[in-house]
């Protein structure tokens, strides 16, 4: 699963290259070349040439960063050696949109720092899949291997030119259900276990934070609209996870004082005792 997200994403970046080229050249990578006269020149800058620069810097930024996303997850299940709360069929599911999501702007030729994170946390996702198969005992090698060659199946054609049409014009829409499907599977494991167990604060944060500024950079670049209503159901549904992750994070934190406080008190009692 993991060779195949890399081989996907070498794909990726040649054909963004080959899309990026053939469109407007930029100036230090941020600059369209009428914005980077008006702003080093004497021309007054418009105000088109500010929104677009900084939907430029943020898509960039997105994308240069999107490699820290689960880094914060990754390192909390290797040091607890444990995936408890974690939903293996989220992080399938949300694998495949993200696989879904780079083919449909490929597709759609849609410039590629509106979408490469996606390939870049795809990599991550199956780096947190491939971790399953140390920390989970429920789940056996051979179930493991079996969705990933079904995986490879699904995907392949759609970054061969094998796959139909109806299939492009349709992925956005199966997006979104892909998108509700893995994040409601993981809000309903929230909510039967009564916490989140070893889901990591800091890369929900990010991820939220990120959906929030893609929506931004999409409406300033004028995006194909069922792409903007997808990131629209992904800021929603992932904030609803991350209230639950801060609800948890709060009740340990207020569990962890009483215990501390507890402590201290016996400790106290325990010093007047032998006082006396």
Same mark, same amino acid.
């Given at each position: 699963?993991?060779? !195949? ?18 469109? +407007? +050249? ?12 008006? @702003? @080093?020149?004497?021309?007054? !800058? ?6 677009? *620069? &900084? ?7 997105? !994308? ?9 997850? &990754?390192?909390?299940?290797? =040091?607890?050696?444990?995936? /408890? ?12 949109? %993200? ?6 702007? %490929?597709?759609?030729?849609? =410039? ?57 014009? #349709? ?8 998108? @509700?499907?893995?994040? @409601? ?6 909510? /039967?276990?009564?916490? *989140?167990? /070893? ?31 997808? !990131? ?10 991350? #209230?639950?992750?801060?609800? *948890? ?5 207020? =569990? ?21």
């Amino acid at each position: 699963m993991l060779v !195949v997200m890399l081989l996907f994403s070498f794909s990726v970046s040649l054909n963004a290259q080959t899309n990026d080229h053939s469109k +407007e +050249e930029y100036k230090l990578i941020i600059f369209s070349e009428l914005c980077y006269d008006q @702003f @080093f020149g004497n021309a007054e !800058v418009s105000s088109d040439c500010i929104s677009d *620069t &900084i939907s430029r810097t943020i898509s960039i930024l997105m !994308v240069a960063f999107a490699i820290m996303n689960q880094l914060p997850q &990754i390192h909390k299940i290797w =040091k607890s050696q444990s995936i /408890q709360g974690i939903s293996f069929n989220a992080y399938y599911t949300e694998l495949y949109l %993200l696989s879904f999501i780079t083919a449909y702007n %490929l597709y759609k030729q849609t =410039k590629f720092i509106l979408y490469g994170e996606n390939a870049i946390v795809g990599l991550e996702y199956s780096i947190v899949l491939s971790l399953f198969i140390f920390y989970d005992k429920n789940l056996n090698f051979h179930q493991w291997l079996f969705k990933a060659v079904f995986f490879i199946l699904i995907n392949t054609p759609l970054y061969i030119g094998l796959g139909p049409q109806w299939i492009f014009d #349709m992925t956005i829409y199966i997006n979104m259900s892909l998108l @509700f499907m893995a994040r @409601f599977l993981q809000i309903r494991l929230n909510c /039967q276990n009564r916490n *989140t167990g /070893q889901l990591s604060l800091l890369t929900q944060l990010q991820n939220s934070a990120g959906s929030i500024a893609r929506l931004f950079t999409l409406f300033n670049d004028n995006a194909d609209f069922s792409y903007m209503i997808y !990131v629209l159901e992904d800021n929603i549904m992932g904030s609803i996870l991350l #209230m639950q992750i801060i609800k *948890t994070w709060r009740a340990e934190r207020t =569990k962890n004082k009483k215990n501390h406080d507890i402590s201290e008190q016996s400790t106290c009692e325990d010093i007047k005792y032998d006082q006396i």
